[in-house]
């Protein structure tokens, strides 16, 4: 299929108004230049709390946090790990996604603001994004009289945190997390895939993009490590049901299906849906593109039900 017409259209604004591919920037201009108008997607919900948090790291840094409270008695908790590429980027571009995730599945939607390449590289936002989750484990699921459930998700760069962090409390005998939700995660560091080398999927992420990324975040020596390629864990039994979203003009398409099927593969019950038409960026693209809101609309039912399904199996 190609795209549709909607997207088709939005990239013909965008390449009317000017401007050079991101990975022919420096990252500070490249933030800049990515960072969509507010206005555009205009305000999300209203919530019944919203909080800035700063935590202190290990290293001496600062993690920027932002809970998001739909109402008085939250179905759960989600941490969601926004995407960039590890590199541009913040939870501001990602609070009216972050609003309506939390006003559509009930829950208490913790936005990540860890800390970016190149000025802070791999391992650095995997051990923010890890401070993260044992944060909201300790202050919103298990701090409210009542244990909640813990959803880690995250788009792209995001996705491919989620997916970690996914991995990495099963190792550590961390925070019990009941379900991931990958929206075109990155899990892998090849270029030469079908979907990196298409033609039709070099649109607003392109291969010499992500190659750009990935030379700002980690070395070529570590990418095989599962901390940043979660496809390359040599064990994936165990981990909590996973529902993943590709898009068929993304050239992350093919690894992140790979990574359903390796999770089918390994026993981890998976739900994943192509969005056809779709370019790499779409879901959070609110009020904007109709298939973000197709995207939503898919992933909320999916975290709703299986909320419906953890409280009757408790």
Same mark, same amino acid.
């Given at each position: 299929?190609?795209?549709?017409?909607?997207? /088709?259209?939005?990239?013909?604004?965008?390449?009317?108004?000017?401007?050079?591919?991101?990975?022919?920037?420096?990252?500070?201009?490249?933030? /800049?230049?990515?960072?969509?108008?507010?206005?555009?997607?205009?305000?999300?919900?209203?919530?019944?709390?919203?909080?800035? /948090?700063?935590?202190?790291?290990?290293?001496?840094?600062?993690?920027?946090?932002?809970?998001?409270?739909p109402g008085d008695s939250p179905a759960g908790v989600i941490?969601?790990?926004?995407?960039?590429?590890? &590199?541009?980027?913040?939870?501001?571009?990602?609070?009216?996604?972050?609003?309506?995730?939390?006003?559509?599945?009930?829950?208490?939607? &913790?936005?990540?603001?860890?800390? /970016?390449?190149?000025? =802070?590289?791999?391992?650095?936002?995997?051990?923010?994004?890890?401070?993260?989750?044992?944060?909201?484990?300790?202050?919103?699921?298990?701090?409210?009289?009542?244990?909640?459930?813990?959803?880690?998700?995250?788009?792209?760069?995001?996705?491919?945190?989620?997916? &970690?962090?996914?991995q990495r409390a099963r190792t550590r005998n961390g925070p019990?997390?009941?379900?991931?939700?990958?929206?075109?995660? &990155?899990?892998?560091?090849?270029?030469?895939?079908?979907?990196?080398?298409?033609?039709?999927?070099?649109?607003?992420?392109?291969?010499?993009?992500?190659?750009?990324?990935?030379?700002?975040?980690?070395?070529?020596?570590?990418?095989?490590?599962?901390?940043?390629?979660?496809?390359?864990?040599?064990?994936?039994?165990?981990?909590?049901?996973?529902?993943?979203?590709?898009?068929?003009?993304?050239?992350?398409?093919?690894?992140?299906?790979?990574?359903?099927?390796?999770?089918?593969?390994?026993?981890?019950?998976?739900?994943?849906?192509?969005?056809?038409?779709?370019? =790499?960026?779409?879901?959070?693209?609110?009020?904007?593109?109709?298939?973000?809101?197709?995207?939503?609309?898919?992933?909320?039912?999916?975290?709703?039900?299986?909320?419906?399904?953890?409280?009757?199996?408790?």
């Amino acid at each position: 299929m190609a795209l549709d017409e909607a997207t /088709k259209s939005f990239l013909a604004q965008m390449s009317a108004a000017g401007g050079s591919p991101l990975h022919e920037l420096d990252p500070v201009t490249a933030r /800049k230049a990515s960072a969509l108008p507010e206005d555009l997607m205009g305000p999300g919900p209203e919530m019944a709390r919203a909080e800035e /948090k700063a935590l202190a790291t290990p290293d001496g840094g600062v993690l920027g946090i932002r809970v998001l409270v739909p109402g008085d008695s939250p179905a759960g908790v989600i941490v969601y790990y926004h995407g960039g590429g590890w &590199v541009i980027g913040d939870i501001d571009q990602f609070d009216t996604l972050g609003r309506v995730l939390a006003d559509r599945t009930g829950c208490a939607v &913790v936005l990540v603001n860890y800390r /970016k390449a190149p000025e =802070h590289p791999y391992p650095t936002a995997v051990e923010d994004a890890w401070q993260a989750l044992n944060w909201a484990h300790d202050n919103l699921a298990s701090n409210s009289g009542r244990t909640l459930p813990l959803i880690v998700a995250g788009d792209s760069a995001g996705g491919n945190l989620a997916a &970690v962090m996914a991995q990495r409390a099963r190792t550590r005998n961390g925070p019990n997390i009941t379900l991931q939700v990958l929206i075109y995660p &990155v899990t892998d560091a090849d270029f030469d895939r079908p979907s990196y080398v298409d033609p039709q999927n070099q649109l607003m992420l392109s291969r010499d993009t992500m190659i750009w990324f990935w030379n700002h975040y980690a070395d070529p020596a570590r990418r095989r490590e599962p901390d940043v390629s979660p496809l390359h864990a040599d064990d994936l039994s165990g981990l909590p049901p996973a529902v993943v979203i590709t898009a068929e003009h993304d050239p992350l398409r093919d690894e992140g299906q790979a990574y359903a099927a390796a999770l089918e593969a390994a026993g981890v019950p998976v739900h994943h849906r192509l969005f056809t038409g779709q370019m =790499h960026g779409f879901f959070t693209m609110v009020n904007l593109l109709p298939g973000s809101a197709a995207g939503i609309d898919f992933v909320a039912t999916e975290i709703t039900g299986h909320l419906r399904n953890d409280t009757a199996g408790r």
